[in-house]
T-cell receptor, first 115, second 114 residues
């Protein structure tokens, strides 16, 4: 199993450009999450999904959009990039089993700079 | 609202010395608690987790954590630190609302000196 994979690893955008951060997991997990990590701030939840076709906002959704057409993929879209979106973005997934509140599995991250 | 506080932004310990990283949480019910580690340039990896039962839980890489309900704490410990333990450590609490979201603390960066 590859686990959770993210592409690209690095990206530099100009203000106003758009891009999609890709996330794929091969563990058949129903729950998927997008976080951003800023220095000294921990991880903040942007969007999450509890299954294909179902998404919901997290703590910091403004400026982002997501879709979940398949169980495996959960892309994050930035429509009009702003300097405030400079961050490291992590995708994560977890199993839906309730019996043992399962851990989240994280991808390696995408480092995005908006200039 | 659920929250997690890690009071120490960074800690420096000597190799071979003991380590304790502090974590306090705020949660209305029995918490699901986690410690994750993030090595430079990497994603987060689970060290250990607590749901119920024995309040002292063992994790990978020789780490352990103790849940103290009276103090709302879940401190991470290691008896002897190795240089490879230098990383950022995140305490987290699991929320049982829709999506089973996880609330992360701000993290504690561990430096290990020779």
């Amino acid at each position: 199993n590859a686990g959770v994979t993210q592409t690209p690893k690095f990206r530099i955008l100009k203000i106003g450009q758009s891009m999609t951060l890709q996330c794929t997991q091969d563990m058949n997990h129903n729950y998927m999450y997008w976080y951003r990590q800023d220095p000294g701030m921990g991880l903040k939840l942007i969007y999450y999904s509890v299954g294909a076709g179902i998404t919901d906002k997290g703590e910091v959704p403004n400026g982002y959009n997501v879709s979940r057409s398949t169980t495996e993929d959960f892309p994050l879209r930035l429509e009009l990039a702003a300097p405030s979106q400079t961050s490291v973005y992590f995708c994560a997934s977890r199993d839906r089993a309730l019996s043992s509140y399962n851990e989240q599995f994280f991808g390696p991250g995408t480092r995005l700079t908006v200039l | 609202a659920q929250s997690v506080t890690q009071p120490d932004i960074h800690i420096t310990v000597s190799e071979g010395a003991s380590l304790e990283l502090r974590c306090n949480y705020s949660y209305g019910a029995t918490p699901y608690l986690f410690w994750y580690v993030q090595s430079p340039g990497q994603g987060l990896q689970l060290l250990l987790k607590y749901f119920s039962g024995d309040t002292l839980v063992q994790g990978i890489k020789g780490f352990e954590a103790e849940f103290k309900r009276s103090q709302s704490s879940f401190n991470l410990r290691k008896p002897s630190v190795h240089w490879s333990d230098a990383a950022e450590y995140f305490c987290a609490v699991g929320a049982l609302d829709g999506g089973f979201k996880t609330i992360f603390g701000a993290g504690t960066r561990l430096f290990v000196k020779a």
